[in-house]
């Protein structure tokens, strides 16, 4: 059963789609087929597509040997503990979590760097403490987001397609459903805050995603949201070499003007994107891809020397950053 259709129109806007980069293979993840891509023609949408139709069966397989299938660690020692607890720290200052505050003049020299500050707020996605705050993460992978919340008082339930992200989690005793979020039925007005990282790209139709989310949302409840940008510098440098397409496993690649119009479109307020300062692994491989290089499948020395450049290049032009986030409430 084809679930995910080629999309000859906008499956957001409903423009017409044109051809984009075709005849690409993926990198990656060496899964074999080449790949075609379409854009909306739309100036103030131009989301990018998968031009492909797509069985379950066909995008199951996509995932066989993913990132998300590595085990979360909860452990830290020597450097990695000081480095968390100025995170936690942090959470405690600005978000008012309740955790130890102890290295104020630390955490507060830690807080002032803006690659350091995304950390910060990301880890949590951007969300304040909220005594008996339930939370949904959809697309929640390696559990390590569900995990953290769960340690800082939230109360927490995951939905992923991916069978082996839900055995581990499951594991790790969290409350978990298998698909998509409008499968998962929740109640109406049931959570203050949904979650997705680097999960929307991943859906056959982000549309049906925004409706759901609003619906199951309280009152003041936010939508929380990472995502790469498909008008970034790296994407207009790169071409049909730019990370961020990832084919065949990103279906649809957002920027900040389809991000805003669709979250308008489904009655969010107080809407907010930006790009973030965590696109530096993001450049290292488009980088490596680029140049015919072997790409680099975990994060090494070299991409703190580019998570120096994309937080500069972020600094400098924000709606360029490869990354963007996207913050509104119910």
């Known amino acids: 059963m084809i679930i995910y259709h080629h999309p000859q129109f906008c499956l957001q806007c409903e423009a017409q789609n044109l051809p984009f980069h075709q005849e690409i293979e993926d990198n990656i993840y060496s899964v074999p087929g080449r790949w075609n891509l379409v854009r909306c023609s739309n100036p103030d949408c131009q989301v990018i597509f998968l031009d492909h139709d797509l069985t379950a069966d066909e995008i199951a397989d996509f995932y066989k040997d993913y990132s998300t299938h590595s085990i979360a660690t909860t452990n830290a020692s020597g450097l990695k503990k000081l480095y968390r607890d100025l995170i936690e720290s942090c959470w405690a200052r600005y978000h008012a979590y309740p955790l130890d505050s102890r290295a104020v003049v630390a955490s507060s020299l830690f807080y002032a760097i803006p690659y350091f500050r995304d950390i910060v707020h990301r880890r949590i996605f951007w969300l304040d403490y909220k005594k008996d705050g339930r939370l949904v993460e959809v697309g929640f992978g390696d559990s390590h987001n569900l995990l953290r919340m769960r340690d800082l008082g939230w109360d927490v339930t995951g939905v992923e397609f991916d069978p082996t992200c ?30 997705a990282s680097h999960a929307i790209e991943h859906l056959t139709n982000v549309d049906v995603f925004m409706e759901e989310a609003f619906r199951i949302l309280k009152e003041n409840g936010q939508l929380v949201l990472t995502t790469p940008n498909g008008l970034s510098l790296g994407s207009k440098w790169a071409g049909r070499d730019w990370r961020g397409l990832e084919v065949p496993r990103h279906l649809a690649i957002q920027n900040f003007k389809s991000l805003r119009a669709i979250a308008q479109k489904h009655g969010f307020r107080d809407i907010e994107i930006k790009g973030t300062h965590q696109s530096g692994f993001m450049l290292q491989q488009t980088v ?19 998570n120096i450049i994309g937080s500069m290049l972020t600094a400098l032009c ?9 913050k509104c409430k119910k």
Do not use: C, H, M, P
């Open 166 to 195: 839900i055995k581990q989690a499951q594991r790790y005793n969290l409350n978990v459903k298998t698909g998509s979020l409008e499968v998962a039925k929740f109640a109406d007005s049931s959570f203050d805050a949904v979650i």
């Open 288 to 306: 490596q891809q680029k140049l015919g290089w072997k790409i680099s499948r975990s994060q090494n020395f070299g991409t703190v020397i580019f």
């Open 318 to 326: 924000n709606s360029k950053s490869e990354e963007i986030v996207l």
